[in-house]
Antibody, heavy 126, light 108 residues
């Protein structure tokens, strides 16, 4: 059974830092791109960051670029998100998700998020 | 950056009725990278549809998706009590991913 379990959330003051972790099990972690998505209170889902199998390709949303750092440890089947210079507007539930793919998807390769964790809550407040 | 606009914002329907949700992209996104998710409070989002029209594993056939280019639709043929939730479309981009703002399907 595929499982993704996030941890590391908490209450932090503006300007502070946190490191989120996502422990994966039930699949070959090293064979999947991974991503972080967040949901602020009362808002919709917002993509945060993604990285490739060997971390050679990394992308960030404009809202977090330069402050957040995504990384992975394939030996530990774990995904991380380092959150620095936190702002009140970073308050959210942070989800990690697995990027799934289907090679023959009606003529091309499809990509999507097929498994998600339950999320970890980050609250930025003074 | 591609923007996904979902409509309506809220859909008030009764169990057994048909729900039609729209997702419009600001530019052509093809269909291979367009997915739909269901999200209930306190739960992880759940993949429903990928590649615009392919049902994910264990998703009931009352859920269907269609569209290509800039216009996409998620249809729930007959609403069951467990279908009342928020639904998001999602574009898997080459460097930036995008979610629509969501459509809430609520009990009328």
């Amino acid at each position: 059974e595929v499982q993704l379990v996030e941890s590391g959330g908490g209450l932090v003051k503006p300007g502070g830092s946190l490191r989120l972790s996502c422990e994966a099990s039930g699949f070959d972690f090293s064979s999947h791109r991974m991503t972080w998505v967040r949901q602020a209170p009362g808002k919709g889902l917002e993509w945060v960051s993604s990285l490739s199998l060997s971390s050679t390709t990394i992308h960030y949303a404009d809202s977090v670029r330069g402050r957040f750092t995504i990384s992975r440890d394939n030996a530990r089947s774990s995904l991380y998100l380092q959150l620095n210079s936190l702002k009140v507007e970073d308050t959210a539930v942070y989800y990690c998700a697995r990027v799934g793919s289907t090679r023959y998807c009606g003529g091309g390769s499809c990509f999507y998020y097929d498994y998600w964790g339950q999320g970890t809550v980050v609250t930025v407040s003074s | 950056e591609i923007v996904l606009t979902q409509s309506p914002g809220t859909l008030s329907l009764s169990p057994g009725e048909r729900a039609t949700l729209s997702c419009r992209a600001s530019e052509n996104v093809g269909r291979y990278f367009l997915a739909w998710y269901q999200h209930k409070p306190g739960q992880a989002p759940r993949l429903l549809i990928y590649g615009a029209s392919n049902r994910a594993t264990d998703i009931p056939d009352r859920f269907s998706g269609r569209g290509t280019g800039t216009d996409f639709t998620l249809t729930i043929s007959r609403l069951e009590p467990e279908d009342f939730a928020v639904y998001y479309c999602h574009h898997y981009g080459t460097s930036q991913d995008t979610f629509g703002q969501g459509t809430k399907v609520e009990i009328k």
